[in-house]
């Protein structure tokens, strides 16, 4: 590895790497004596140890001045020695925020650059790939003292470890002292917790298994995950009081209750400018006491005032061409290697294991399932049944009944999928390792042969056969070189992301709450660190209570989209509406068009067409999935079974639901372990007998599923005068040539209605002669709409168009509307984009006199989907003055300070759009 391999993302005063309780407890020590300061954690959260394996023991915590339980306390969060998950959350993320310190989510450790006895330079892997971080000074507030491992001056860890789970149950009756708890075989003993909320415990056990690469411990997570059930069954059966009960969430991973014990001074013995800040400092006979919560938090505490004592001027480390150490470790070869156990994922190899292939499945979360079990929508909204996900659902059903969820739920328990998802895996022979991040992967000739990650050992090296990317974002398939497109093209935004949480409801079963946070550009670390951060913030309260609390936040971002791959073959939004049939058929997806967007002026005429124009957002409609969706252009030995598969960005919005990933996750991984035993790639399995085994399977169907749109063009000419003419209206704008001179006729001599739906059509066709009819629309006003939901008035939408025919006449209508105080934000951008689009530079002045106006409408409301909260509101401003520098540059008329002043924004899609929009204004295009 050379430097020039890495982009340096940090130069600061001190990096802490590990953002539990004392890497929290470092940094804000660290950042309160005025050190630039970086927290760089793998989980998407902070304080993991109450946040994620839910051990909320801090005695005193109701007198204990400390700021975090002092602030956890202020807001509710705190009673007797116990403390609440969420609140812990949200204090923590503001805590690191008041001191200044910044966070980066998401990232792990690989190696480090020694200069001489100093580290010059933290090599750190996450889905943007591996940079460097440079310091003057590094703490290790890992668990796993995994800078002293990259450091090579680790000893060999423990052969076993133990760690507790714990499990929250709601709605316990009655009084609980002095109750005794079942003994339940092959479990520790349970022991019951208190809870700050009143009718809720928590019940924890411990477990021990082999360390398994003690970094990591997959086998301890995956034995206590696996136990639940048990628990659950023994405590409605033999305790009274839980028979009622519901369980509501459970830790996601565990606490470890063993682990190192060095004994050691927090200084590095051999590298300066290296501390450790972890519960492995003490020895032996103190690690029990040294892992508990507030021991954690003052070690933390101590070492960062240390560290930032020492580092004084001290000047920053080189970067020698020796380059970093140590290389990745190679895992043994497996026939399927599936990278991301997500929603499509976890299908996937739990298909190709029961193929009867070697299936590896590396996952960067503690758990399975993706957004349905993490990220907070156990719920399906469309989709097809079929396949494996069947028996998924009938085993997470039956189980939820044992969690006493039943009529308590709406959809699905999230940790009941998540323990079916592990215990089929299992029964499948898959080598399921989480908290393993893709950095890299390694091509020859144009195959895949290896993937990179960072895992809590360092990196790794896996070898396959066949792959298949589930990562959601096409990471995989991106990062061995497939050609790719993100966001819609007008401003490069992908689709709203979403910050998902959990509260009891009035009834006292489990509500989700799901609204749309903000958006962000999934590829980026540092930005999706931010929208994490952002949605937590969406989330604060200044005091909780029994009724406004939260049960849990998602772990998981609600990413709907990323990168859309280019593949063999591109699904369109017109296939999908059409019903096109292909002979590669292997799968099927059903929706409707689940844009949350509301500026259909940034995104394509087609979606304005369908959304604004002929209302047409929530009509549902099926389609078939060829396979060739799953294979990226160019690239071997690779399928891509995920939301980011070959589509366009149009399509997308139809096929990003739970049930037709998780049969295409199936599909993907069946035609992997077919490749690995026919000897071939999966481009070239034999399709099919791939669809005959997906007929027994139950993905594919016997019976037609998907209906093709049918007409002639006479009947489609004669339904433009009805009342809904939405599928003549589609149909027609996506005709050939032979529907052009009948739609001239209409133009002539049809009634109103049905020449302004000819106009329509004729400008989709990009025919001047559209211009009049839609003019005379624009210059009416008239305020009527389509039916349907996320319309607008005709007059607005007719904007978009007439800026598609370049219409030169219409200029002076729409650069009215730039003056107009009742013209909205979205209006003023449609009229901005249709001006940059005919290309007349007097439409300048209009512009240029709109951006000196001081009452511009810059609030943009996102959607809520469920939870009855509020909108989030962005400040739009942004939006505006780019599309307004954008079309003034189109224009002839560039401005690029007007872009330049957003390329600080602290969100990285602002900035890249803003770029975009500077190259253009700095090489004005003309006229």
């Given amino acids: 590895m050379e430097r020039q391999d890495f982009p340096v993302i940090a130069e600061v005063d001190v990096a802490i790497v590990g953002g539990g309780l004392a890497g929290v407890a470092a940094a804000l020590e660290s950042a309160a ?41 202020s807001a509710g969060g705190a009673r007797g020695s116990r403390l609440d998950a969420p609140i812990c959350e949200l204090v923590l993320e503001r805590l690191v925020a008041a001191s200044g310190a910044e966070i980066l989510f998401y990232s792990t450790p690989v190696a480090v650059w020694r200069d001489g006895d100093r580290i010059g330079g933290l090599v750190i892997g996450n889905k943007s790939g591996r940079q460097i971080v440079r310091a003057r000074a590094f703490v290790d507030a890992t668990e796993e003292a995994l800078l002293w491992r990259l450091a090579g001056t680790l000893p060999a860890g423990p052969e076993r470890v133990r760690g507790r789970l714990a499990l929250f149950y709601n709605h316990v009756a009655g009084d609980l002292t002095g109750i005794m708890l079942p003994t339940v075989p092959g479990v520790g003993a349970l022991r019951l917790q208190p809870s700050v909320w009143p009718g809720e415990v928590a019940i924890e056990f411990e477990g021990e298994a082999p360390a398994d690469g003690w970094g990591a411990p997959n086998a301890l997570a995956r034995s206590l995950r696996r136990q639940i059930p048990s628990v659950a069954r023994a405590l409605r059966d033999a305790v009274p009081a839980f028979s009622e009960a519901l369980l509501t969430h459970t830790g996601r991973e565990p606490f470890p209750v063993t682990g190192l014990a060095l004994g050691l001074d927090a200084a590095h013995p051999e590298i300066r400018n290296l501390f450790g800040a972890g519960a492995w400092l003490a020895d032996a006979a103190g690690r029990s006491g040294a892992g508990e919560l507030p021991a954690r938090w003052r070690v933390g505490k101590g070492v ?87 028996e998924v659902d009938s085993r997470t059903n039956a189980l939820s009944d044992l969690f006493g969820a039943t009529q308590r739920l709406v959809g699905f328990h999230p940790d009941a999928k998540q323990i079916v998802l592990e215990e089929m895996a299992t029964e499948a022979g898959v080598n399921v390792i989480y908290r393993t991040a893709l950095t890299g992967v390694r091509v020859s000739e144009g195959r895949v042969e290896a993937a990179e990650v960072a895992s809590p050992t360092g990196a790794m090296l896996y070898p396959a056969a066949a792959f298949v990317d589930g990562t959601g974002d096409a990471d995989l398939a991106a990062m061995a070189g497939a050609e790719f497109e993100l966001g819609r093209e007008r401003d490069g935004l992908s689709h709203h992301f979403s910050q998902a949480y959990q509260m009891l409801d009035a009834n006292g079963g489990i509500r989700l709450a799901n609204f749309d946070a903000g958006y962000v550009v999934p590829t980026d670390v540092t930005d999706l660190t931010r929208a994490r951060r952002l949605g937590l913030k969406h989330l604060w309260r200044d005091t909780y209570t029994p009724e406004n609390r939260l049960l849990t936040i998602a772990p998981l971002l609600g990413l709907r989209q990323s990168r859309q791959i280019i593949g063999d073959y591109v699904l369109t939004l017109d296939d999908q509406i059409s019903g096109r049939r292909f002979p590669d058929v292997i799968s099927y997806a059903k929706a409707h068009y689940d844009n949350h967007a509301f500026d259909y002026e940034n995104e394509s005429d087609e979606a304005a067409l369908w959304v604004w124009l002929i209302g047409a ?23 891509v079974a995920c939301r980011g598969l070959s589509l366009t960005h149009d399509a997308h919005m139809m096929f990003r639901m739970q049930r037709d990933l998780q049969r295409v996750g199936e599909v993907a991984g069946v035609a992997a372990a077919m490749a690995v035993e026919e000897g071939t790639t999966p481009r070239r399995v034999d399709v099919r007998r791939l669809q005959e085994k997906l007929l027994r399977s139950g993905i594919l169907r016997e019976e037609p599923v998907v209906s093709e749109l049918s007409g002639t063009v006479e009947g489609w000419i004669a339904a433009l005068d009805t009342p809904q003419p939405k599928e003549a209206v589609w149909q027609l704008a996506h005709a050939g040539e032979e529907v052009i001179v009948p739609l001239r006729e209409v133009l002539k001599s049809g009634t109103e209605r049905a020449r302004f739906w000819a106009a329509v059509v004729l400008a989709m066709h990009g025919r001047p002669e559209a211009a009049p009819e839609l003019l005379r629309c624009l210059i009416e006003r008239a305020g009527v709409k389509p039916e349907g939901y996320r319309t607008v008035p005709f007059w607005q939408s007719v904007v978009v168009l007439l800026g598609r025919i370049g219409d030169p006449a219409a200029v002076p209508e729409i650069a009215r509307l730039l003056q107009e105080p009742e013209t909205t934000l979205d209006g003023l951008i449609t009229a901005i984009r249709a001006l940059g689009r005919i290309g007349d530079p007097q439409a ?31 400040d739009a401003c942004w939006a505006l003055e780019l599309a307004a520098a954008e079309t003034l540059a189109l224009l002839g008329a560039p401005n690029a300070a007007l872009a330049e002043k957003h390329l600080g924004d602290p969100r990285a899609y602002v900035r890249r759009y803003a770029e975009r929009v500077r190259r253009m204004s700095l090489v004005p295009i003309g006229i």
Avoid at 357 to 377: D, K, N, P, Q
């Fill in 33 to 73: 004596a005025g050190k630039d300061t970086l927290l760089i954690e793998p989980r998407p959260l902070l304080g993991w140890e109450a946040t994620s394996a839910f051990a909320l023991e801090w005695p005193g915590a109701e007198e204990d001045a400390e700021a975090f339980p002092a602030a956890v306390r």
């Fill in 304 to 390: 960062g005032a240390r560290v930032a004592q020492w580092v004084g001027d001290a000047p920053l480390p080189g970067l020698p061409p020796a380059g970093p150490s140590p290389a990745a470790t190679e895992a043994e070869a497996c026939d399927v290697l599936v990278v991301g156990g997500g929603t499509a994922g976890a299908f996937s190899a739990i298909a190709a294991g029961c193929e009867g292939a070697r299936v590896t499945l590396l996952e960067a979360s503690h758990f399975l399932g993706g957004i349905g079990a993490g990220g907070g929508i156990h719920i399906y909204y469309h989709g097809f049944t079929g396949g494996i996900q069947d």
């Fill in 617 to 639: 957002w929530h009509d549902p409609f099926a389609s078939e999935v060829p396979y060739r969706c799953l294979l990226p252009k160019g690239i071997e030995g690779l399928l």
């Fill in 844 to 874: 300048v002045p209009a512009i240029q006199a709109m951006l000196a106006r001081a009452d511009l409408p810059t609030e943009r409301v996102f959607q809520v989907s469920t939870g009855g909260r509020p909108g989030v509101s962005d």
